[in-house]
């Protein structure tokens, strides 16, 4: 039985189509993929969706769907896992007590249950059901010695298996804290156990985003390539799924162009881009270097990212001005949950090793970290520029190695994976891309460009501070008391 039989039988798959009349574009792509004769309106469907000109003459075991939202992504992988995981035999090629995993893959487990819960229906089928040995809330057992699982999106977890499909859904918006590129790394972790069973299948699918990532490189380089082993299947919502209303694309395209035509014509996105090059970064970093210690004709700057505590990392960064280098000399991050008025006072703690008494951040949560630095004897106020301009002005130091970094994996991490934006007016913007994070690149940054030559004044410990300082200014304690702010705001007097 093919997966095309498996489709127009109303005891199998067909019984769960809504509208099999509908589903044209979807058997094109199966038949590609399997590679099973089409007929001419599939196969003209196949050579707009793929760029290709000849047909398939052998299965692919690896395949892209770079598709719109609501196409019918999640449910099509579903139903080739659920095909494959009771259509084909797999047991001649365990050893005992071996199982054959089809792994379902999404940025969590939360976004992963989406076809989780598609293949459970599946599976619910009366000719099917038979097959199911023992199910639990993230993993189904087949008595035919097949597994489907749910797996979040890591390299360190997906390895060790025994995989007879992987399925990644929307992996161009996984997330980027465990590594630079952390779909490069999970595909790689995740070949070696596909080697194993003959026909094994890794399935990738996503609305595009960025012009970076596992998924415009797989579209870079297979799309349009007759020869290439690997297919890529790429077209609009409505292509795939016609039933989608277009009264609600053409209503998106009018609020915001760019993002519509990611989200429903399956464009990757012109207007997102790579904030920093991922050599520029490493080039900056001193390898085995963690931390430095604080010396005692040094003059250090301070620069805070306040968290309310329940999602965002609170971060601190410490960094000092030698030789016109910029150099980053303490991170520190901690981790929700937590005291906001616990791990200020740590930050104190180690603000005041470095001999600094007034720091920077920025404006979040308005006087709670004001009022709880201040009891440690610590001045804090606001950053004078927003997060894109400080990611903006250090970028030229970065591209010139002029700043110096500690071997950190999260800075380098969260540097590498900020993205810019330019909006409609032509304004760029700065910012992690979605469901990633830069609480600790936001510390560093602010901490390296108040260190920077054209910020930081040749002073006298001691003295009165009122000196402008590119865009920041300490203030005099005239202009605190104006803003209701008392105390001394030497930023490297002594304790």
Request: aromatic letters at 8%; charged letters at 25%; one cysteine or more.
């Amino acid at each position: 039985m093919t997966i095309i039989d498996a489709i127009a039988d109303a005891k199998l798959f067909g019984g769960a189509l809504r509208d099999p009349t509908t589903w044209s574009a979807w058997r094109a792509f199966l038949c590609a993929l399997f590679a099973l004769p089409m007929s001419d309106t599939e196969a003209d469907v196949f050579r707009a969706c793929t760029g290709r000109g000849a047909l398939p003459e052998a299965p692919f075991t690896e395949a892209w769907l770079v598709c719109g939202r609501r196409a019918g992504k999640s449910f099509v992988l579903a139903i080739v896992a659920v095909f494959l995981a009771c259509f084909r035999e797999w047991r001649p090629h365990l050893a005992l007590g071996e199982r054959a995993t089809i792994m379902v893959i999404a940025t969590d487990r939360k976004q992963a249950r989406v076809i989780f819960r598609y293949v459970r229906g599946l599976l619910s089928i009366p000719m099917l059901a038979p097959l199911i040995e023992r199910e639990a809330a993230e993993a189904i057992d087949l008595s035919n010695g097949v597994s489907i699982e749910i797996a979040v999106a890591s390299y360190r977890t997906t390895r060790g298996y025994t995989l007879a499909a992987v399925l990644c859904d929307e992996i161009a918006f996984w997330r980027s804290d465990d590594a630079a590129e952390p779909d490069y790394q999970i595909l790689d972790a995740l070949r070696p156990g596909l080697g194993t069973l003959p026909g094994a299948m890794l399935l990738c699918a996503s609305s595009p985003y960025a012009q970076n990532g596992a998924l415009y490189d797989a579209w870079r380089r297979y799309h349009s390539q007759d020869d290439a082993s690997v297919l890529v299947w790429h077209a609009p919502t409505r292509t795939m799924n016609p039933t989608f209303p277009q009264a609600t694309v053409d209503a998106a395209m009018e609020r915001d162009p760019a993002s519509a035509s990611a989200e429903y014509l399956a464009e990757f996105r012109r207007d997102v881009q790579a904030f920093v090059a991922r050599e520029a970064v490493e080039a900056c970093v001193s390898r085995g270097v963690f931390e430095r210690s604080p010396l005692s004709d040094v003059r250090y700057v301070g620069f805070v990212d306040p968290s309310g505590g329940s999602s965002d990392s609170m971060t601190m960064a410490v960094a000092h001005l030698e030789n016109n280098i910029t150099v980053l000399d303490c991170v520190r991050e901690r981790k929700p949950p937590f005291s906001p008025e616990a791990v200020l006072s740590e930050f104190a703690d180690v603000l005041k090793n470095y001999r600094i008494g007034t720091v920077r951040g920025d404006r979040y949560g308005g006087e709670f970290p004001r009022e709880l630095l201040r009891k440690q004897r610590i001045e804090y106020l606001a950053a004078d520029k927003v997060k894109s301009e400080i990611y903006l002005s250090v970028l030229p130091a970065i591209n010139s190695r002029r700043v110096d970094l500690l071997d950190d994996p999260r800075l380098l991490t969260q540097f590498c994976g900020l993205e810019r934006r330019t909006a409609r007016g032509g304004k760029d913007s700065i910012d992690h891309r979605p469901g990633a994070h830069d609480d600790v690149a936001n510390a560093v940054a602010g901490a390296l460009l108040l260190a920077k030559p054209n910020v930081i004044a040749e002073i006298d410990i001691g003295n009165p501070i009122n000196i402008p300082m590119g865009d920041y200014i300490y203030r005099s304690e005239m202009q605190q008391q104006t803003e209701g702010v008392s105390g001394s705001h030497d930023p490297h007097r002594m304790f």
